[in-house]
């Protein structure tokens, strides 16, 4: 059975740092990613990882912020995020994608952690 198991959110004021963590069983996977979705807006990939040989991606608005990172004996990925500010406030999922598949559209979802970054 696949669960991806999210902690680590919480509020904290613009400035401040938090760190996510998700662990993965049941599968094997090819990426883990973290999305995170704000009242009223699109879910948006945030970070991502690609398992075999450690790449990262991110997305603009998070670069030199947020840093994602695996524990592979842990089956862990970690999103640290420095210098948080209000407009990153959401709800965060982590998700992950079996081979085969593409990681833009993961098949595994957590069941998200929220974030609140108060000005």
């Known amino acids: 059975q696949v669960q991806l198991v999210e902690s680590g959110g919480g509020s904290v004021q613009a400035g401040g740092s938090l760190r996510l963590s998700c662990t993965a069983s049941?599968?094997?996977?090819?990426?883990m990613a973290w999305f995170r979705q704000a009242p009223g807006k699109e879910r948006e990939r945030v970070a991502v990882?690609?398992?075999?040989?450690?790449?990262?991606a991110y997305a603009d608005s998070v670069k030199g912020r947020f840093t994602i990172s695996r524990d592979s004996a842990k089956n862990t990925v970690y999103l640290q995020m420095n210098s948080l500010k209000p407009e990153d406030t959401g709800m965060y999922y982590c998700a992950a994608t079996p081979p085969g598949r593409t990681c833009n559209s993961p098949n595994y979802w957590g069941q998200g952690t929220q974030v609140t970054v108060s000005s």
């Open positions: 990882v690609y398992l075999g040989g450690g790449s990262t």
């Open positions: 049941g599968s094997r996977y090819v990426c």
